[in-house]
């Protein structure tokens, strides 16, 4: 990918990521969690750091329907707050040992509890997966806490109290359903899952945060509870595509992706069984012993490297990285046609860009 195609709007996120931390590193905040390890657990990723994608895309949205992206900071910062719990509980459930480069939560209070607290693997296990478990509760709770503090920054109390609610009563049961049925989706037999069920499951999961990340920085920008307005609309129809697209690049990255860049393991989704548009594309297209090979393989945590090169190029051969890519490209150019309502400004270039760095993003 050329980065410099896209500078203006990497710094742009680099800038907003500042003002955001600025709030999640208050000391305030850092004083209220203990004992040391769950403070530890709950400033794990933020310390790390990560692409700041979700409080970036609330602030533009802000500023593109004619807000001041100021008065949306704690709604931002408590957006990445929220994001970052279901992280950690995502890693819990996935078992996966690597996020952003280093350890999960769960894996670090594990490898923890036995160097620190002589802990056997069992227990130690058990204590980092109640620290990551403890850490994303609190994460969650503060999420909600600092989209309170829109307050101090003159949002009025009922629209305040209106995203809250949105977030809680609709984002949430959404995320948790997607989330729900994609470990369900790892046990049933491939040809039950339709690559629409996967594709309704990926937006439930990831598109509707992004949804809201939109809908929320116009609303505040706009000084409106209404979610019909037109321009509200188009932002958040525009986030809900690109947040769909955005989780098929993932796919796509986990599979084809440089490990070193990702900062996670390239093919622990085929491990772990996920059914994703690609497996399912190539499912579709396989001759009855690719498709022994596929039902064979995924799932299989055992899968040794060479089988995992096997299985990848297959996917690749059958055309279904080609056509997830294929499907992505048309939710962005979807999603760009919402936004011809949205008057020209370097705030509509920047969400404009954010479609493009989707597509072309290698981490």
Request: proline share 2%; hydrophobic share 40%.
């Amino acid at each position: 990918m050329d980065l410099s195609r896209y500078q203006v709007f990497l710094d742009a996120l680099k800038s907003r990521a500042k003002e955001v931390e600025a709030l999640i590193f208050d000391a305030e905040y850092q004083r209220k969690f203990a004992p040391n390890h769950l403070n530890e657990a709950v400033y794990s990723y933020f310390k790390v750091g990560g692409k700041s994608l979700r409080p970036g895309v609330l602030l533009f949205s802000c500023g593109a329907v004619g807000g001041d992206e100021m008065k949306a900071l704690p709604a931002a910062a408590g957006l990445e707050a929220y994001h970052t719990w279901t992280l950690v509980h995502d890693d819990i459930i996935d078992r996966d040992d690597l996020r952003r480069g280093g350890l999960t939560v769960h894996k670090r209070f594990s490898d923890t509890a036995i160097k620190e607290m002589g802990c056997d693997l069992e227990s130690a296990n058990h204590y980092g997966t109640s620290m990551g478990i403890l850490a994303g509760d609190i994460q969650h709770g503060w999420a909600i806490s600092l989209f309170g503090r829109l307050l101090e920054r003159g949002v009025s109390a009922e629209l305040t109290l209106a995203l809250i609610m949105e977030l809680e009563g609709v984002v949430l049961p959404l995320l948790l359903e997607g989330e729900a049925l994609d470990v369900q989706f790892e046990h049933l037999p491939l040809e039950s899952v339709s690559q629409e069920m996967v594709l309704d499951m990926l937006w439930k999961k990831t598109g509707a945060l992004y949804r809201f990340a939109g809908m929320a920085g116009a609303m505040i920008g706009k000084d409106s509870m209404d979610e019909e307005d037109e321009q509200v609309k188009a932002v958040s129809q525009y986030s809900s595509c690109c947040g769909l697209a955005f989780q098929i690049v993932d796919d796509i990255l986990g599979l084809v992706g440089d490990e070193e860049i990702l900062g996670k393991p390239v093919g622990s989704d085929v491990h772990e069984g996920k059914r994703t548009v690609m497996v399912l594309h190539a499912w579709s297209q396989a001759s009855k012993s690719q498709r022994k090979f596929i039902r064979g393989t995924l799932g299989d945590d055992t899968t040794d490297e060479d089988r995992m090169k096997e299985f990848i190029g297959l996917v690749e051969e059958l055309g279904g990285v080609e056509t997830a890519k294929d499907k992505a490209c048309a939710l962005v150019e979807e999603g760009k046609q919402e936004l011809n309502c949205i008057p020209d400004s370097e705030y509509k270039r920047l969400l404009e860009i954010w479609g493009d760095f989707i597509l072309e993003r290698n981490y």
